[in-house]
């Protein structure tokens, strides 16, 4: 039997929503039905435009569209509102303007879908979010053509190991042969399970979890099927980085072009968020390069936005072609992590080793566990040999394969 408490608010996802509504047995229902349920709870007063009047804005009078205007347009697609038309003109119109370049649409944009997100609460009666210490994440925007292996995946699962929280925000394949999410649940992580509730006892128990983008982001659904159907880059593409319902302190952020790497660190300024690095490998990587420079937009604790460019051998690290680091299927990609993890490496798998330490190395860096990128890169090294991130693997496998069961029998 279920019992629902509703809020009279719209439901706009806030921390203390989150923590109070919907819940069997202190754990969040199904996400899409909990959206579903919150939608009946919305006041039908909401003074918001509808995107039909957005859209006509967007093309009739396409100087005085501003990044309000943006917000109420996607606020009005998760709501369930729009039609397929009218979400594909939206998303034609934010293209055609440019809006992915604008760091303050993109913020705005941001802004919107976190609100509309499925909230983790890391804070109880006795710990505060401070008290939790550092989380951390490591994403690129995908959309770079190059196909590597699954790095941020990889350092992401590294650096927990060697002491950092990582909450990983990430999807399955879309334009790569493997995603996150596909590595991951071919070793056993049963990730669709994760429901907000379990975030903060993932991280404190495994110091990684992932969150599901379609978990925590339900609203987005009604996007999904324009998104696919319109074949060509939206500035819905590079939200994902910056909407990690977490809201990690730390974090390295790869971008798939150089001319996106300010817009990005800008676009993550006005959003509030510091210690944060935007990174881009020459070749337009949405990663460090293991081939040769990088370009980096590092945000510091006051918001000041530095620019500079960063090597392999900053870590200590020989140079390989990327060529050297390609990802392909599934099976394999999965195959090459095991002997990562297991010290069984091939001749090959060296060149995608260093690239996970230089990546790893970086982030452990800007989250204040290393004090140089060399040494970040020294302990990605020790942690890689120790096996400890094997044994954080299989744990995190093991308590997803716990919660599908309390699941089965609820």
């Not at 290393?370 to 299989?394: C, N, P, V, W």
Request: glycine share 8%.
């Amino acid at each position: 039997m279920y019992g629902f408490l509703f809020s009279p608010y719209p439901c706009d996802w806030d921390e203390e929503l989150m923590s109070n509504q919907v819940l069997l047995n202190n754990r969040f229902l199904n996400p899409t039905l909990f959206n579903s349920l919150c939608y009946l709870s919305m006041d039908t007063t909401d003074r918001r435009q509808h995107l039909r009047d957005i859209l006509k804005h967007l093309i009739l009078e396409p100087t005085g569209f501003t990044p309000e205007h943006a917000a109420n347009g996607l606020h009005s697609i998760m709501r369930g509102e729009a039609s397929d038309a009218q979400m594909g003109g939206f998303l034609t119109a934010l293209r055609l303007r440019g809006v992915d370049q604008q760091p303050e649409m993109i913020a705005a944009l941001a802004s919107e879908m976190l609100s509309n997100a499925l909230i983790p609460v890391l804070e109880t009666d006795t710990q505060s979010r401070e008290d939790f210490g550092v989380v951390a994440d490591i994403v690129g925007t995908g959309g770079d053509g190059w196909n590597t292996f699954n790095i941020s995946t990889t350092s992401s699962l590294v650096a927990a190991a060697a002491g950092l929280r990582v909450a990983k925000h990430g999807s399955r394949a879309s334009s790569s042969n493997c995603g996150s999410a596909d590595l991951l649940e071919s070793l056993g992580c049963n990730l669709s399970v994760i429901t907000p509730s379990d975030v903060a006892e993932l991280l404190q128990e495994h110091r990684f979890c992932f969150l599901f983008s379609s978990t925590f982001h339900p609203s987005m659904r009604y996007l999904a099927k324009t998104r696919r159907e319109l074949g060509f880059p939206t500035p819905f593409n590079v939200l994902g980085p910056l909407t990690n319902p977490v809201r990690p302190s730390r974090a390295v952020i790869g971008v798939h072009s150089k001319s996106l790497g300010p817009v990005m660190a800008q676009a993550l300024n006005i959003l509030g968020r510091r210690n944060y690095a935007v990174v881009c490998g020459d070749e337009n990587l949405d990663e460090i390069s293991i081939a040769g420079v990088t370009h980096v937009w590092h945000i510091d604790k006051l918001g000041k936005i530095a620019y500079y460019t960063i090597q392999p051998s900053d870590f200590g690290v020989a140079c390989h072609p990327l060529s050297a680091a390609s990802g392909s299927s599934l099976a394999e990609n999965q195959a090459t992590l095991k002997r990562l993890l297991t010290n069984t490496m091939t001749d090959q798998d060296y060149a995608i080793r260093d690239f996970v330490l230089v990546n790893t190395g970086f982030l452990l860096y800007v989250s204040g566990i290393a004090q140089t990128m060399k040494e970040g890169a020294d302990i990605a090294r020790k942690t890689l040999e120790s096996g400890k991130t094997m044994q954080l693997l299989d744990g995190f496998a093991q308590a997803t394969q716990k919660l599908q069961a309390q699941e089965s029998t609820n």
